[in-house]
């Protein structure tokens, strides 16, 4: 699909590859993660390529923006932080990874806001009301959430914003209108309470046939499209789950744990995450899974504490990797099939190089280009034991 340069290059650093054809990007990925392999020596028993996003555009099922001002006492602004000038921001009203719908409600709270005289929040002086628009889409119903987030310092005019929301000329439909209170001085999205303003607090996702509740903080991945697809031919590289325990370590909301349990006999998943576990077990109790556990934690303790052994291992860890500590636990399972995930190659080839020393070696590796425009890379690897 042809479209022209994003207007916003030059004050974004989201896009890494504005300008430059996708199948050129796809192939700077693919040379990327082969090149981090040959660096580390570790061997890919079959290589099965790189695969492209099935939409180049709009396929980001979230975004955080940030209220602000591009410059000190200018005119209030709504989007993403300035390239290298954290205390400015800048309005991306026309960004070309969301749907068109973000574009237009963000445009909409920013015009309302400054109609109606509120101020951002200052990160320094720590004055102000509005901190922060948060977006949700359900990709495949098409459902929206939309999440502001404001200190209290005065009270918000939840009549009006609602009804400006509501009169907007969307394709898709909204189903929640939040407004998230947050007086915390840290510059972060904290949620110290919550007011339903409209609908429901939640939007519905469907992925690999299960149905999903995702609530305003929980974490969902952010290209379904491409993530369905990834995780189909990740499981399928595990050649046979049936009477099988399954360890998801790593789980989220626990999209991959729930879509193994449908195989294995059982499948447990650990996330630090409380809320995300919340939304894990009731997502299973949705899809009617009994078969499914979920454990909130840290997975460097929790493995302590968990008496049953696993037969397959799923790892899907943060970008950071996973901390040695909890790796060498891991490790010590021996169990013959580990599935990776990683949406960092650079992190996961360094624990790569630790299970080598323990026997695993990659059977089988796969690139996905899940993020076009961007810098980022999707990667599984099945390590299995001899």
Do not use: W
Not at 4 to 19: A, N, P, R, S
Not at 225 to 235: F, H, M, P, S, T
Not at 264 to 284: C, H, K, L, P, W
């Amino acid at each position: 699909m042809e479209r022209q340069i994003c207007q916003h290059k030059e004050d974004c650093g989201g896009c890494l590859y504005q300008g430059t054809p996708y199948l050129d990007q796809v192939k700077i990925k693919e040379a990327e993660v082969l090149r981090l392999f040959q660096e580390k020596e570790i061997e890919i028993g079959r290589y099965h390529g790189i695969v492209q996003s099935p939409v180049e555009f709009g396929y980001r099922n979230k975004m955080e923006y940030t209220f602000g001002d591009e410059v000190k006492d200018g005119e209030m602004t709504l989007g993403m932080h300035k390239r290298g000038r954290f205390m400015s921001v800048f309005t991306t009203d026309h960004c070309q990874l969301v749907d068109p719908d973000f574009n237009l409600i963000q445009r909409a709270v920013l015009d309302f806001c400054v109609k109606m005289g509120y101020r951002q929040y200052h990160r320094k002086s720590h004055g102000g009301f509005l901190r922060n628009l948060i977006l949700r889409k359900g990709e495949l119903t098409g459902q929206l959430l939309v999440n502001l987030v404001t200190t209290t310092a005065i009270a918000l005019d939840e009549k009006a914003f609602v009804s400006e929301l509501l009169e907007l000329p969307l394709r898709n439909t909204i189903v929640g209108i939040l407004h998230t209170m947050n007086d915390n001085i840290a510059d972060a999205v904290n949620c110290e309470e919550m007011k339903l303003l409209y609908g429901r607090d939640y939007y519905e996702e469907s992925l690999m046939g299960l149905g999903f509740e995702v609530s305003a903080f929980s974490f969902f991945q952010t290209n379904i499209l491409a993530i369905e697809r990834l995780y189909e031919e990740a499981l399928s590289f595990v050649e046979d789950f049936s009477g099988k325990t399954v360890f998801d370590l790593y789980s989220g909301t626990g999209t991959i744990a729930q879509t193994a349990a449908q195989k294995a006999a059982r499948a447990v998943g650990v996330e630090i995450v409380e809320e995300a576990v919340e939304a894990a077990q009731r997502n299973a109790a949705l899809n009617g899974l009994d078969n499914c556990t979920f454990i909130a934690g840290d997975v460097l303790k929790v493995l302590d504490t968990i008496e049953e052994k696993p037969d397959v291992i799923i790892l899907d860890p943060p970008r950071s990797g996973i901390h040695p500590k909890a790796f060498q636990k891991i490790m010590n399972y021996g169990v013959k099939e580990i599935l990776y995930v990683s949406c960092n190659p650079k992190t996961m080839v360094e624990n790569l190089v630790n299970a080598k020393a323990f026997g695993y070696q990659v059977k089988d590796l796969k690139a996905y280009d899940n993020f076009p425009y961007t810098r980022h890379i999707e990667t599984v690897a099945l390590l299995s034991m001899e």
